[in-house]
């Protein structure tokens, strides 16, 4: 693994079934009582989020808290990055601080890969979505959505996607969740077709390693999986479709299209959901939607991440097995772990 994780088209298919093979083994920590693992006790980790999350944040933070790491949120409204400060002054504040790693979210692309090259700080960069450019935990927690859904729980381990037809269906443009995923499935073997309407589609599109469609119902029945993205308005400084209906209408996916997808195909919304519009209540609530899948499984993915950065030589849960007293059945050492020989 690298030092740092600032866009999923750094990864390669080892380093990605290993994110995800890890992240099977976090799983697995979430079903004991006790929640917690000692892995990154001591460290410190910083959520440097200088755009509103709601999601990534709480995310990110139970991650860390689940490995026992020390945990600092900064969020920019009110902090002195709303007094003028530089992403040089904030990062070298941090660093005087012995910060050990920094999840970013910020509204410039590129601005995670600046931290993690700058010579400012000294830790790992986690970038946690960065303007239009990437967001790849997103894409890892999706690619293991996947092939849980698709391959298996624990078939999955140690496989990609190859073969799997994945659809990413709407605002493109404005998506660093479709870059992302582009980017990953293509690595992991996944054959990518983007849906949108021309204007919501980059103008580089035709360099990127994917299909692109203008119709959402020809490629619906040959789909495994469809991706529903959130058409992002606050990203938007003109008129990129007529109506709200119009684009309901020809790139919405209702019960009526989700009926004509493979009987094992599932839909995924990396969220937050704009309900009647890029998806109805009827499919978001549907068995088939993973939505929430996502959210448990993005815990898992970023808490594989973390420990595949910061946890050393260690394994996550060590599978030398102690004695246990019957008061403590859930120690948190008892489990068997897959990697505990990886050397990071």
Not at 17 to 38: G, H, Q, S, W
Not at 173 to 196: F, K, P
Not at 253 to 263: C, G, H
Request: aromatic share 4%; hydrophobic share 40%; charged share 25%.
């Amino acid at each position: 693994m690298q030092r740092h994780l600032i866009s999923a088209a750094d990864l390669t298919r080892d380093d990605a079934v290993l994110i995800l093979d890890t992240a099977e083994e976090m799983a697995r920590v979430a079903d004991r009582p006790i929640k917690k693992l000692p892995t990154l006790r001591g460290r410190t980790v910083v959520n440097l989020f200088f755009e509103d999350s709601t999601r990534t944040r709480i995310s990110f933070e139970a991650a860390e808290k689940r490995l026992s790491a020390d945990v600092i949120n900064f969020s920019a409204k009110g902090s002195s990055v709303s007094k003028g400060e530089s992403l040089k002054d904030t990062a070298q504040t941090l660093e005087a601080m012995g910060v050990d790693a920094v999840v970013i979210r910020h509204g410039a692309s590129g601005a995670p890969y600046r931290l993690a090259n700058s010579g400012w700080i000294d830790a790992a960069v986690i970038n946690a979505g960065d303007g239009t450019h990437q967001h790849p935990t997103q894409a890892l927690l999706d690619a293991f959505t996947m092939r849980r859904r698709l391959v298996g729980r624990d078939a999955g381990l140690g496989h990609d996607l190859a073969g799997k037809r994945i659809t990413i269906v709407g605002d493109v443009l404005h998506s660093r969740v479709a870059r992302s995923n582009v980017d990953l499935l293509h690595t992991l073997g996944a054959e990518v077709t983007l849906v949108a309407p021309p204007t919501l589609l980059p103008v580089a599109i035709g360099s990127w390693p994917c299909e692109v469609s203008y119709d959402l119902d020809s490629t619906v029945p040959k789909s495994d999986a469809v991706m529903m993205l959130r058409v992002q308005r606050e990203r938007m400084n003109a008129a990129f479709f007529p109506t709200e209906r119009e684009y309901a209408r020809r790139y919405g996916l209702d019960a009526d299209r989700m009926a004509k997808m493979p009987e094992d195909a599932i839909v995924m919304h990396p969220g937050p959901m704009v309900r009647g519009m890029e998806i109805t209540a009827e499919v978001a609530d549907s068995d088939r939607c993973t939505a929430v899948e996502q959210v448990a499984n993005g815990v898992s993915i970023r808490m594989a991440v973390l420990y595949l950065l910061l946890g050393g030589n260690e394994p996550a849960v060590s599978h030398t097995r102690p004695p246990v007293s019957h008061h403590h059945p859930s120690d948190e050492r008892s489990a068997h772990t897959v990697f505990a020989d990886e050397e990071k």
